[in-house]
Protein backbone atom coordinates (compact mmCIF):
# COMPACT_ATOMS: atom_id res chain seq x y z
CA UNK A 1 0.00 0.00 0.00
CA UNK A 2 2.71 2.16 0.61
CA UNK A 3 4.76 1.59 -2.50
CA UNK A 4 5.24 3.63 -5.67
CA UNK A 5 6.29 1.72 -8.93
CA UNK A 6 8.67 3.36 -11.45
CA UNK A 7 8.89 2.45 -14.86
CA UNK A 8 11.82 2.04 -17.03
CA UNK A 9 14.62 1.81 -15.11
CA UNK A 10 17.05 3.23 -17.33
CA UNK A 11 15.79 5.29 -20.91
CA UNK A 12 17.95 6.66 -23.80
CA UNK A 13 16.31 9.28 -26.17
CA UNK A 14 17.48 11.68 -28.82
CA UNK A 15 18.08 15.36 -28.30
CA UNK A 16 14.52 16.67 -29.49
CA UNK A 17 12.39 13.16 -28.76
CA UNK A 18 10.41 12.80 -25.69
CA UNK A 19 11.15 11.14 -22.90
CA UNK A 20 8.36 9.60 -20.31
CA UNK A 21 8.14 7.79 -17.34
CA UNK A 22 5.89 6.26 -15.26
CA UNK A 23 4.98 6.01 -12.08
CA UNK A 24 1.78 3.84 -10.04
CA UNK A 25 0.72 3.78 -6.69
CA UNK A 26 -1.48 1.94 -4.28
CA UNK A 27 -2.44 4.42 -1.50
CA UNK A 28 -5.65 6.60 -2.25
CA UNK A 29 -5.12 8.50 0.55
CA UNK A 30 -1.81 9.88 -1.48
CA UNK A 31 -2.33 13.26 -2.53
CA UNK A 32 0.88 15.33 -3.67
CA UNK A 33 3.00 13.95 -6.10
CA UNK A 34 6.29 15.29 -7.18
CA UNK A 35 8.99 14.64 -9.38
CA UNK A 36 12.66 14.99 -8.34
CA UNK A 37 15.43 15.36 -10.93
CA UNK A 38 18.74 14.33 -9.80
CA UNK A 39 22.51 15.08 -10.92
CA UNK A 40 25.46 12.65 -9.83
CA UNK A 41 26.78 14.13 -6.69
CA UNK A 42 23.97 15.99 -5.52
CA UNK A 43 20.86 15.46 -3.82
CA UNK A 44 16.80 15.37 -5.34
CA UNK A 45 15.93 18.77 -6.80
CA UNK A 46 11.98 19.07 -7.19
CA UNK A 47 11.32 19.17 -10.47
CA UNK A 48 7.43 19.65 -10.71
CA UNK A 49 4.48 18.57 -8.64
CA UNK A 50 0.96 17.41 -9.00
CA UNK A 51 -2.05 17.32 -6.87
CA UNK A 52 -4.66 14.62 -7.50
CA UNK A 53 -7.28 17.51 -8.03
CA UNK A 54 -5.79 18.59 -11.80
CA UNK A 55 -5.61 15.99 -14.53
CA UNK A 56 -2.03 17.49 -15.74
CA UNK A 57 0.35 20.68 -15.36
CA UNK A 58 3.05 21.77 -17.39
CA UNK A 59 5.85 23.96 -16.25
CA UNK A 60 7.89 24.43 -19.19
CA UNK A 61 9.11 21.17 -21.32
CA UNK A 62 8.24 19.15 -18.11
CA UNK A 63 4.14 17.93 -17.99
CA UNK A 64 2.69 15.40 -15.54
CA UNK A 65 -0.35 13.41 -16.35
CA UNK A 66 -1.83 12.40 -13.70
CA UNK A 67 -5.09 9.54 -14.08
CA UNK A 68 -6.91 9.09 -10.36
CA UNK A 69 -9.15 6.30 -11.39
CA UNK A 70 -5.87 4.07 -12.39
CA UNK A 71 -4.04 5.56 -9.87
CA UNK A 72 -0.78 6.62 -11.83
CA UNK A 73 1.32 9.35 -12.40
CA UNK A 74 3.95 10.20 -15.58
CA UNK A 75 6.17 12.95 -16.63
CA UNK A 76 6.75 13.55 -20.29
CA UNK A 77 9.71 15.93 -20.93
CA UNK A 78 9.37 17.76 -24.52
CA UNK A 79 12.09 18.24 -26.67
CA UNK A 80 14.74 16.44 -24.53
CA UNK A 81 18.19 17.72 -24.32
CA UNK A 82 21.35 16.73 -23.28
CA UNK A 83 21.37 18.54 -19.71
CA UNK A 84 18.48 16.91 -19.05
CA UNK A 85 20.50 13.50 -18.37
CA UNK A 86 19.70 12.91 -15.15
CA UNK A 87 18.27 10.23 -12.30
CA UNK A 88 14.45 11.19 -12.33
CA UNK A 89 11.89 9.97 -8.96
CA UNK A 90 8.64 10.09 -8.13
CA UNK A 91 7.38 10.48 -5.28
CA UNK A 92 4.04 10.30 -3.17
CA UNK A 93 3.00 11.30 0.11
CA UNK A 94 -0.15 11.94 2.10
CA UNK A 95 -1.50 15.09 4.38
CA UNK A 96 -1.75 13.48 7.91
CA UNK A 97 -2.27 14.39 11.59
CA UNK A 98 1.25 14.58 12.14
CA UNK A 99 3.76 17.72 11.52
CA UNK A 100 5.61 15.91 8.40
CA UNK A 101 5.08 15.02 5.05
CA UNK A 102 7.46 12.09 4.38
CA UNK A 103 7.90 11.27 0.91
CA UNK A 104 7.68 7.61 -0.39
CA UNK A 105 9.84 7.22 -3.09
CA UNK A 106 9.70 5.29 -6.85
CA UNK A 107 12.91 3.61 -7.52
CA UNK A 108 14.21 6.45 -9.96
CA UNK A 109 15.26 6.48 -13.85
CA UNK A 110 18.18 6.84 -15.41
CA UNK A 111 17.87 9.24 -18.27
CA UNK A 112 20.03 9.40 -20.98
CA UNK A 113 19.61 12.39 -23.94
CA UNK A 114 22.46 11.58 -27.25
CA UNK A 115 22.89 14.73 -28.62
CA UNK B 1 19.97 31.27 -3.61
CA UNK B 2 19.29 29.32 0.22
CA UNK B 3 20.33 26.00 0.28
CA UNK B 4 20.75 22.99 2.38
CA UNK B 5 23.88 22.15 3.60
CA UNK B 6 25.67 18.31 5.07
CA UNK B 7 29.02 17.56 6.10
CA UNK B 8 30.83 15.54 5.55
CA UNK B 9 30.14 14.56 1.91
CA UNK B 10 31.81 11.11 3.10
CA UNK B 11 32.76 9.33 5.77
CA UNK B 12 33.93 6.02 6.47
CA UNK B 13 33.65 4.36 9.41
CA UNK B 14 34.41 0.93 11.20
CA UNK B 15 31.33 -1.38 12.08
CA UNK B 16 30.17 -0.36 15.59
CA UNK B 17 31.39 2.83 15.71
CA UNK B 18 29.21 5.83 16.63
CA UNK B 19 28.87 8.66 13.58
CA UNK B 20 27.31 12.10 13.60
CA UNK B 21 26.03 13.61 9.96
CA UNK B 22 25.57 16.92 10.52
CA UNK B 23 22.95 19.41 8.01
CA UNK B 24 22.25 22.75 8.25
CA UNK B 25 18.92 23.23 6.94
CA UNK B 26 17.30 26.39 5.11
CA UNK B 27 16.92 28.68 7.67
CA UNK B 28 13.13 29.95 8.30
CA UNK B 29 12.31 26.21 7.48
CA UNK B 30 10.38 24.50 10.22
CA UNK B 31 10.22 21.52 9.10
CA UNK B 32 13.29 18.49 8.90
CA UNK B 33 13.78 15.47 7.21
CA UNK B 34 16.51 12.19 6.96
CA UNK B 35 15.92 9.98 3.92
CA UNK B 36 18.29 7.38 3.12
CA UNK B 37 19.72 5.49 -0.07
CA UNK B 38 21.11 2.53 -0.33
CA UNK B 39 23.15 1.99 -3.41
CA UNK B 40 21.21 0.98 -6.48
CA UNK B 41 17.98 1.29 -3.94
CA UNK B 42 15.31 3.58 -3.49
CA UNK B 43 15.05 6.73 -1.70
CA UNK B 44 13.83 5.70 2.33
CA UNK B 45 12.24 8.13 4.90
CA UNK B 46 13.94 7.83 8.04
CA UNK B 47 12.45 10.55 10.14
CA UNK B 48 10.53 13.85 10.26
CA UNK B 49 11.51 16.57 13.02
CA UNK B 50 9.20 19.13 13.85
CA UNK B 51 9.71 21.52 17.20
CA UNK B 52 12.22 20.12 18.74
CA UNK B 53 10.19 16.35 18.68
CA UNK B 54 10.11 13.46 16.02
CA UNK B 55 7.26 13.50 14.46
CA UNK B 56 7.22 10.52 12.38
CA UNK B 57 9.81 7.81 12.11
CA UNK B 58 10.48 4.89 9.71
CA UNK B 59 10.36 1.32 10.76
CA UNK B 60 14.71 2.10 9.52
CA UNK B 61 14.78 4.45 12.66
CA UNK B 62 15.59 1.75 15.67
CA UNK B 63 17.19 2.62 18.71
CA UNK B 64 19.99 2.90 17.16
CA UNK B 65 19.77 5.63 15.09
CA UNK B 66 18.76 9.13 17.11
CA UNK B 67 18.09 13.16 15.37
CA UNK B 68 18.84 16.49 17.38
CA UNK B 69 18.58 19.99 16.64
CA UNK B 70 21.30 21.40 18.98
CA UNK B 71 20.90 24.81 18.31
CA UNK B 72 19.57 26.90 16.15
CA UNK B 73 21.26 25.79 12.82
CA UNK B 74 21.92 22.18 13.16
CA UNK B 75 19.91 19.39 12.81
CA UNK B 76 22.11 15.87 13.38
CA UNK B 77 21.60 12.30 12.21
CA UNK B 78 23.40 9.75 15.13
CA UNK B 79 23.88 6.59 14.50
CA UNK B 80 24.96 4.72 17.71
CA UNK B 81 26.82 1.28 16.69
CA UNK B 82 26.78 1.24 13.22
CA UNK B 83 26.50 -1.60 10.55
CA UNK B 84 27.22 -2.74 7.34
CA UNK B 85 23.96 -2.56 6.22
CA UNK B 86 24.01 1.19 6.98
CA UNK B 87 26.17 2.37 4.62
CA UNK B 88 23.93 4.35 2.45
CA UNK B 89 24.09 8.42 0.99
CA UNK B 90 21.63 10.37 3.53
CA UNK B 91 20.02 13.02 2.54
CA UNK B 92 18.70 15.83 4.90
CA UNK B 93 15.86 17.71 3.60
CA UNK B 94 13.98 20.51 5.19
CA UNK B 95 10.46 22.08 4.31
CA UNK B 96 9.47 26.22 5.23
CA UNK B 97 5.44 24.28 6.59
CA UNK B 98 4.08 21.10 6.88
CA UNK B 99 3.17 20.83 3.03
CA UNK B 100 6.04 22.31 1.00
CA UNK B 101 8.45 21.63 -1.04
CA UNK B 102 11.26 19.39 0.48
CA UNK B 103 14.53 20.96 -0.14
CA UNK B 104 17.78 18.76 -0.45
CA UNK B 105 20.90 18.49 0.65
CA UNK B 106 23.73 17.03 -1.07
CA UNK B 107 23.90 14.35 0.70
CA UNK B 108 26.15 12.33 3.14
CA UNK B 109 27.94 9.01 1.76
CA UNK B 110 28.79 6.56 4.84
CA UNK B 111 30.67 3.87 3.78
CA UNK B 112 30.75 0.93 6.83
CA UNK B 113 33.51 -1.30 7.12
Known amino acids: QQQVKQSPQSLIVQKGGISIINCAYE??????FPWYQQFPGKGPALLIA???DVSEKKEGRFTISFNKSAKQFSLHIMDSQPGDSATYFC??????????????WGLGTSLAVNP | EPEVTQTPSHQVTQMGQEVILRCVPISNHLYFYWYRQILGQKVEFLVS????????KSEIFDDQFSVERPDGSNFTLKIRSTKLEDSAMYFC???????????FGPGTRLTVL
Open chain 1, 50 to 52: IRP
Open chain 1, 27 to 32: NTAFDY
Open chain 2, 49 to 56: FYNNEISE
Open chain 1, 91 to 104: AASRTNAGNNRKLI
Open chain 2, 93 to 103: ASSEWQGGEQF
